[in-house]
T-cell receptor, first 116, second 112 residues
Framework: GAVVSQHPSRVICKSGTSVKIECRSL??????MFWYRQFPKQSLMLMAT?????????EQGVEKDKFLINHASLTLSTLTVTSAHPEDSSFYIC????????????FGPGTRLTVL | RKEVEQDPGPFNVPEGATVAFNCTYS??????FFWYRQDCRKEPKLLMS???SGNEDGRFTAQLNRASQYISLLIRDSKLSDSATYLC?????????????FGDGTTLTVKP
């Protein structure tokens, strides 16, 4: 149990395009999902907390107009990187926390974004 | 000072060795604690939760000392497959949105 999927796993796009990443909890309902970014040889950095049915809470320094988050259901959250630039190239990972039980997070497999 | 600090290593040990990782956290309100394992270019995977009473899962033992705000992970009889980066994760209470803070990770390489 506690499986989280993420799609796509890899994206290569031109500068200026927008990229949408989906995060799904497959066998549980997730009231809270988190979006992280990880640069090479660094730890995960929390970008935003996504709560079903409400606006996401962004961490300091993360532009909410650039990284659009939608948590439309208890099993799906999306992150859209708008007008992507090469400096946005990174490993984006989502995690989901079940609505009941321990506050363990389960991570998706990540999306590797390369902006040319 | 970082909220969660880990010794970055790298730890290079022979197969069969015992290795210990340490982690300290600064927020005394922290509520729950975990060790995750992350392989190169992959997502973190939960290794084990950490409790004050200590918990053991096979070759892995985790310990929490709330008074010292310190977490440890002990790996006995290291295997080649244990090579990975080990992340210490600390959760704030749900009143703080239950956010997780990650350490920078400790890299372990187990050699034949």
């Amino acid at each position: 149990g506690a499986v989280v999927s993420q799609h796509p796993s890899r994206v290569i796009c031109k500068s200026g395009t927008s990229v949408k990443i989906e995060c799904r909890s497959l066998d549980f309902q997730a009231t809270t999902m988190f979006w992280y970014r990880q640069f090479p040889k660094q730890s995960l950095m929390l970008m935003a907390t996504s709560n079903e049915g409400s606006k996401a809470t962004y961490e300091q320094g993360v532009e909410k107009d650039k990284f659009l988050i939608n948590h439309a259901s208890l099993t799906l959250s999306t992150l859209t990187v708008t007008s992507a630039h090469p400096e946005d190239s990174s490993f984006y990972i989502c995690s989901a926390r079940p609505g009941t039980g321990p506050d363990t997070q389960y991570f998706g497999p990540g999306t590797r974004l390369t902006v040319l | 000072r970082k909220e969660v600090e880990q010794d970055p290593g790298p730890f290079n040990v022979p197969e069969g060795a015992t290795v210990a990782f340490n982690c300290t956290y600064s927020n005394s309100a922290s509520q729950s604690f975990f060790w995750y394992r992350q392989d190169c270019r992959k997502e973190p995977k939960l290794l084990m939760s950490v409790y004050s009473s200590g918990n053991e899962d096979g070759r892995f033992t985790a310990q929490l000392n709330r008074a010292s705000q310190y977490i440890s992970l002990l790996i006995r009889d290291s295997k080649l497959s244990d090579s990975a980066t080990y992340l210490c994760v600390v959760n704030l209470p749900n009143t703080n949105a239950g956010k997780s803070t990650f350490g920078d990770g400790t890299t372990l390489t187990v050699k034949p």
